[in-house]
């Protein structure tokens, strides 16, 4: 059974400040990655996804993705209150049919 | 236009009871999954349905039954309700492609409190 590990956090950072949110994963064979974001009382939305060793920017996001380490990390630099939310990592099951996530890690934006 | 949709929002109902979860995606795709997530945010699969055909059941006690009336409908009936149950249960849908670039949207949720 695959398994994600992340921090649950909270992890707060002032404004304007990059945040480094980590994620950890069992299966070597994983070949995708993802960060869903999700506010309180919504639902979660993909923000980003990877699927190549290396670094992958969008905006003020990047997905880092270290397979030898089974690491996969995003960073949202300039940090804003509107981030605050839960970060959830996940990767698709062994059959690729449904994705496995983490317990997610929780943002906090201070003005 | 909403995505994907989920009735009803709330759902508030005494242990024991009978009750559904209904579900409906206008992207046209051809995968719905119901997710539950607990009280401390977790977010597990459920169930997963490919063309009204059920692809995933993970281990989830036999009063919880799923159906697909067609590609656009998944339907959650939960028998014999516990206090258990109380989540957020969660529809998404998904078109599936070889590429295996996600594109899982999620619906609004259906917050279930059992008393």
């Known amino acids: 059974q695959k398994e994600v590990e992340q921090n649950s956090g909270p992890l707060s950072v002032p404004e304007g400040a990059i945040a480094s949110l980590n994620c950890t994963y069992s299966d070597r064979g994983s070949q995708s990655f993802f960060w869903y974001r999700q506010y309180s009382g919504k639902s979660p939305e993909l923000i980003m996804s990877?699927?190549?060793?290396g670094d992958k920017e969008d905006g003020r996001f990047t997905a880092q993705l270290n397979k030898a380490s089974q690491y996969v990390s995003l960073l949202i630099r300039d940090s804003q209150p509107s981030d605050s939310a839960t970060y959830l990592c996940?990767?698709?099951?062994?059959?690729?049919?449904?994705?496995?996530f983490g317990k997610g890690t929780t943002l906090s934006v201070s003005s | 236009d909403t995505a994907v949709s989920q009735t009803p929002k709330y759902l508030v109902t005494q242990m024991g009871n009978d009750k559904s979860i209904k579900c409906e995606q206008n992207?046209?795709?051809?995968?719905m999954y119901w997710y539950k997530q607990d009280s401390k945010k977790f977010l597990k699969i459920m169930f997963s349905y490919n063309n009204k055909e059920l692809i995933i059941n993970e281990t989830v006690p036999n009063r919880f039954s799923p159906k697909s009336p067609d590609k656009a409908h998944l339907n959650l009936h939960i028998n014999s309700l516990e206090l258990g149950d109380s989540a957020v249960y969660f529809c998404a849908s998904r078109l599936t492609i070889s590429t295996g670039e996600e594109n899982q949207y999620f619906g609004p949720g259906t917050r279930l409190l059992v008393l």
């Open positions: 992207l046209g795709h051809d995968t």
């Open positions: 990877i699927y190549s060793n």
């Open positions: 996940a990767v698709p099951n062994q059959a690729g049919t449904a994705l496995i």
